[in-house]
């Protein structure tokens, strides 16, 4: 048990992590368990030389995860490594291949075709030192039933399709420049890859990986995946991965997670109802050029959609328009600001009330400043004059909001509040009315919020300001005859000033 807990999973093959060797020095009785317990010795690397020997003596018939790095300048005795590991290939539970050349690959290629079948081959991990590196299409063609996981980096496309039949996990990686293939390509290879359970593709390059060739476009073409649970898509410089995405026909997803840029240059292409019908909760975390949405069920944590988008135009136009058919079923929606300064251009009231017409169903909504440096006090008052609006022909906004909670908010008003008079107020597109004077002030917006909620017989079950800053008992107690309940409570609102909202 000792020598199992000192084995390492992240890298077992460098000094640094094969902490257990340390412990066969403790006692002859140590080292003779050590030397009779195989699987200690499985994890081997052909760059040791002349080692390699002793591991693969020492290891037995227990399954091998071998790594080997296939150059033309291989030096002589770690190709004397390669050849004696190349014998054991028929044992070897996962293999990870750095190449830069293809003629040790087609030995590799060779043995497992000799073996046939009996091949314990689980994990298959090809990784290239050189860019645009291509795969002879000749080779891996015969099909490994026990293969489970793939992983090529900084490989071409197209990829053996013996390899691709049987595997439940596939991973995609490119920190160089390939080929660039077509979104055509990319589907069909995708369409041979029907039992996968985890996807995930990963480009590291600032370019656009998947040709968008409008003479090629494969309009009404679906992939249906009917075995994915887990997709990550990660493509910061473009869209693309939305535009395959939506060429994907998948179940309800336990993970999905995208990275990639929206703008107006490329076109924001929305997400498809498929992917956003499953949830009902929501998370936005806007900063500076940079958009993060998280969406989850309530009552299925395990569900979740994590998309982060580099914005380089508007981040709230993005926010709606990638994700349109998602708003219907939301319940709770949660928005968290992290802007250093005031935005050039706070987000006005018609806004807010493009959005808020599509939330049906809203009963929770939360706003925080994560700074807390009053850069968001003015766009926290237009969400309240946009929420405070007249109903139109599509109803009240938000008939259903019982719950609003606000923090790092600044309430230090301009005005003392008993200067305002209710009845002479009123909600117009640049904040609040009162005589000839039009005010953006978060308070005034949250006083007639919640007073224009009461009269519409939508008044709300809960407002919660507790980590707002300047909270005072006369706002307070101003308040709270138009809300079933207020947090702070009056005479409890010292205790809250400075609080940080951390989501």
């Known amino acids: 048990m000792i020598f199992v807990l000192t084995q390492a999973d992240i890298s077992p093959w460098t000094n640094e992590f094969r902490k257990w060797i340390y412990c066969t020095h403790v006692s002859r009785r140590w080292r003779r368990v050590s030397l009779a ?25 227990a399954p091998l995860i071998l790594r080997m790095d296939l150059r033309p300048d291989t030096w002589w005795l770690e190709s004397q490594a390669i050849n004696m590991a190349l014998t054991h290939i028929s044992r070897t539970r996962e293999l990870y291949l750095r190449v830069e050349g ?149 179940p309800a997803l336990h993970s999905l997670k995208i990275s990639c840029c929206a703008n107006d240059y490329w076109g924001i292409p929305s997400i498809q109802p498929a992917f956003t019908s499953a949830y009902d909760s929501c998370r936005v975390e806007m900063s500076k050029n940079d958009l993060h949405v998280v969406f989850t069920h309530i009552a299925n944590p395990d569900l979740i959609m994590d998309v982060r988008l580099r914005i380089l135009q508007n981040d709230f136009d993005a926010f709606r328009s990638v994700f349109p058919d998602g708003f219907p079923l939301l319940t709770s929606l949660c928005f968290s600001f992290s802007f250093p300064t005031v935005p050039s251009e706070p987000y ?36 309240l004059n946009a929420l405070s609006s007249e109903p139109n022909t599509s109803g009240h906004i938000c008939p259903k909001l019982r719950s609003v909670s606000f923090a790092n908010i600044s309430l230090s008003p301009d005005v003392p509040m008993k200067e305002v008079d209710s009845t002479n107020a009123r909600i117009s597109a640049t904040g609040i009315k009162l005589g000839h004077r039009s005010v953006i002030n978060f308070n005034y917006s949250l006083w007639a919020f919640v007073i224009s909620r009461s009269r519409q017989r939508m008044r709300l079950a809960q407002l919660d300001i507790s980590e707002c800053q300047h909270v005072d008992d006369p706002l307070l107690e101003s308040l709270a005859p138009y809300v079933d309940e207020i947090l702070p409570k009056p005479h409890q609102s010292s205790s809250a000033i400075g609080k940080v909202v951390n989501q």
């Open 348 to 383: 006005q009231t018609t806004t807010w009330i493009s959005l808020l017409q599509s939330l049906p169903n809203l009963h929770d909504l939360k706003f925080g400043d994560l700074y807390g440096n009053g850069t968001c006090d003015q766009t926290a008052a237009t969400l």
């Open 102 to 250: 293809v003629e040790e690959l087609t030995k590799i290629s060779t043995q497992l075709l000799q073996i046939g079948l009996q091949t314990s081959l689980e994990v298959l991990d090809f990784q290239s030192g050189v860019s645009s590196f291509e795969l002879p299409r000749d080779i891996f063609k015969q099909t490994h039933g026990s293969l489970r996981s793939l992983t090529f980096t900084n490989v071409c496309s197209p990829y053996p399709p013996a390899l691709l039949g049987n595997i439940t996990s596939l991973r995609i990686i490119w920190t160089q420049r390939p080929g660039s293939p077509h979104l055509v390509s990319f589907l069909d290879m995708l369409d041979q890859c029907s039992n996968i359970v985890e996807f995930e593709f990963c480009d590291k390059m600032s370019w656009d990986p998947l040709q968008m060739d409008p003479g090629r476009w494969p309009w009404q073409r679906m992939i249906c995946l009917r075995h994915l649970r887990r997709l990550s898509l990660t493509n910061p410089p473009s869209p693309s991965v939305i535009h395959l995405l939506n060429h994907l026909s998948l």
């Open 37 to 61: 317990f195989n699987h200690l010795w499985t994890s081997i690397d052909t760059t040791w030389g002349s080692i390699v020997t002793t591991f693969i003596h020492r290891s037995g018939n």
